[in-house]
Nanobody
Framework: QVQLVESGGGLVQAGGSLRLSCAASGRTIRTYTMGWFRQAPGKEREFVAGISWRGGTTKYADTVPGRFTISRDNTKNTVYLQMNSLKPEDTAVYYC???????????????????WGQGTQVTVSS
């Protein structure tokens, strides 16, 4: 079993930056694809970014490329999401997730992910 804990969320002005972290415990995540999702009030959870087990493959939602960067440090069992040029529409709860079945492929469907964190709130003011 894998436990995921997100941190780094907060309140930031539009144009600002935040770096989210997702720390895993219980077992190593180095063989898992990792993803970040977000859910805004009244909306469905959506894929933001994902990274394969060695970091060789990354995938981003159409709304974030060039602004967000996903990375991982398998020695620290941690995944990161660097978010720059934040916009008010980026406001959401951000969730970290682990996919144990497809280590070399980044899936964008939340149903493909097996473990989830509790989420961290990101609020971008205009």
């Amino acid at each position: 079993q894998v436990q995921l804990v997100e941190s780094g969320g907060g309140l930031v002005q539009a144009g600002g930056s935040l770096r989210l972290s997702c720390a895993a415990s219980g077992r190593t995540i180095r063989t898992y694809t990792m993803g970040w999702f977000r859910q805004a009030p009244g909306k469905e959870r959506e894929f933001v970014a994902g990274i394969s087990w060695r970091g060789g493959t990354t995938k981003y939602a159409d709304t974030v490329p060039g602004r967000f960067t996903i990375s991982r440090d398998n020695t620290k069992n941690t995944v990161y999401l660097q978010m720059n040029s934040l916009k008010p529409e980026d406001t959401a709860v951000y969730y970290c997730a682990a996919d144990r079945d497809y280590p070399t492929v980044v899936m964008s469907n939340s149903r493909d992910y097996d473990y989830w964190g509790q989420g961290t709130q990101v609020t971008v003011s205009s």
